[in-house]
Each structure stands twice: as structure tokens, then as C-alpha cells.
T-cell receptor
Framework: GQNIDQPTEMTATEGAIVQINCTYQ??????LFWYQQHAGEAPTFLSY????GLEEKGRFSSFLSRSKGYSYLLLKELQMKDSASYLC????????????FGPGTRLSVLP | NAGVTQTPKFQVLKTGQSMTLQCAQD?????MSWYRQDPGMGLRLIHY???????DQGEVPNGYNVSRSTTEDFPLRLLSAAPSQTSVYFC??????????????FGSGTQLSVL
């Protein structure tokens, strides 16, 4: 089976840095995606990693270690609008049911 | 550019009723899929399609039916609604299954309650 774990909830203060972890044990691996989902809305794409290392995109960075089955999303200079759920998803292969999603981490940013 | 359009946004059904959730995309995406999202469980794949005339089952297909007669449309049918199908449903599409970093584009979701 496929297993992806994330913390259920996190809280941080406006202006701070927060790291959201994701660990995975899957039958295949063809990339790891992070999505942001505001309450009552659709998930939207944030980042993609397929090779080990850090990918930076403005205030958001994502890290991958394939040997450890581990990724994290780093959010810097937190803003109130960053309050949302963050979904980790593994692409298993190039066809078919190729995305497996984690349960999501609900982040609350406090003033 | 509308992207992925889902209707309706909200629906209440009685046990045993049937209905169709509509999904349409205008991006000429090959791949379309349906997910359900339940608290604490993440998005789970119901059915997917890699092109017109081709569909296959995902992780949780029981009680649902799909068809793909055109590239644009991918409706999801609930055959006989059950309370266990109360969930938020998302349609998602992707451009090209051969592109490794191609992300999913999601519709705005349908909140379904079965009484």
C-alpha cells in the first residue's frame, strides 16, 4: 500500500518561518508535489521536487530526500493569507492512478 | 480561460437517489480524474481517464460510474447514493501524461451530503 504522513495541524506567528514535514512510503516515485488549499477552495500547485535537494520559489521552498522518503515545505515571512492546508502528494508513475495524497497539514498563522 | 469547471457546488441527496456531477475543462488536457476528500484522509482517487473513450478505476471506485465521450467532459455518476458518499468531490485534469512535472489542475469542488 501507499502511505504518506504529515502533521495534522501547525500554528505559527505572522512573520515567522514554518517547516511542514512529509514522509512517504510508496510503491513508486516519480516526483513529489506540494499543494495549498484554503478552506472551501480547490488545491492549487505550490512546488515540485523529483531530485534530492532544495527548490526555492520566493517565500516558499521545498526539500526532498528520496533515500529517506522525506520532504518538507518551508514557508518564510509568514502572512495571514498563508493560513491554509498544505497537501503533500507523491506521483507514483507516469500513468493511471499516479498521485497519492497525504492527509494535509492545517496551518494557522496568528497575528 | 475557465480551467476546470465543476457543477453543482452543493448538493443534498436522499439515500438511494442518483445524480451526476459535471466536470469540464477547456485546456485540452488528456488526463482527467475524480477525487473525494474526507477529513483526515486526504484526497482519494475514484476514477480517472487518460483520453476520450478510456476510463479506469482508482482507489475507491465502488458506487460511482464515469464516462469520457469527449476530451472536455468527464461526468461522475452516483448510481444509488449512500451516506458514506457524503464528501467533497474534486475533478482534476492534467495536460500530458508524458511530462513528469505536469501538475494537476483542480475544479472548485462539489460538497455532497447524502441523508
Amino acid at each position: 500500500g501507499q502511505n504518506i504522513d504529515q502533521p495534522t495541524e501547525m500554528t505559527a506567528t505572522e512573520g515567522a518561518i514554518v517547516q511542514i514535514n512529509c514522509t512517504y512510503q510508496t510503491s513508486g516515485f516519480n516526483g513529489l508535489f506540494w499543494y495549498q488549499q484554503h478552506a472551501g477552495e480547490a488545491p492549487t500547485f505550490l512546488s515540485y521536487n523529483v531530485l534530492d535537494g532544495l527548490e526555492e520559489k520566493g517565500r516558499f521552498s521545498s526539500f526532498l530526500s528520496r533515500s529517506k522518503g522525506y520532504s518538507y515545505l518551508l514557508l518564510k515571512e509568514l502572512q495571514m493569507k498563508d493560513s491554509a492546508s498544505y497537501l503533500c502528494a507523491v506521483r507514483l508513475d507516469n500513468y493511471g492512478q499516479n498521485f497519492v495524497f497525504g492527509p494535509g497539514t492545517r496551518l494557522s498563522v496568528l497575528p | 480561460n475557465a480551467g476546470v469547471t465543476q457543477t453543482p457546488k452543493f448538493q443534498v441527496l436522499k439515500t438511494g437517489q442518483s445524480m451526476t456531477l459535471q466536470c469540464a475543462q477547456d485546456m485540452n488536457h488528456e488526463y482527467m480524474s475524480w477525487y473525494r476528500q474526507d477529513p483526515g484522509m486526504g484526497l482519494r482517487l475514484i476514477h480517472y481517464s487518460v483520453g476520450a473513450g478510456i476510463t479506469d478505476q482508482g482507489e475507491v471506485p465502488n458506487g460511482y460510474n464515469v464516462s469520457r465521450s469527449t476530451t472536455e467532459d468527464f461526468p461522475l455518476r452516483l448510481l444509488s447514493a449512500a451516506p458514506s458518499q457524503t464528501s467533497v468531490y474534486f475533478c482534476a485534469s492534467r495536460r500530458d501524461r508524458g511530462v513528469v512535472n505536469e501538475k494537476l489542475f483542480f475544479g472548485s469542488g462539489t460538497q455532497l451530503s447524502v441523508l
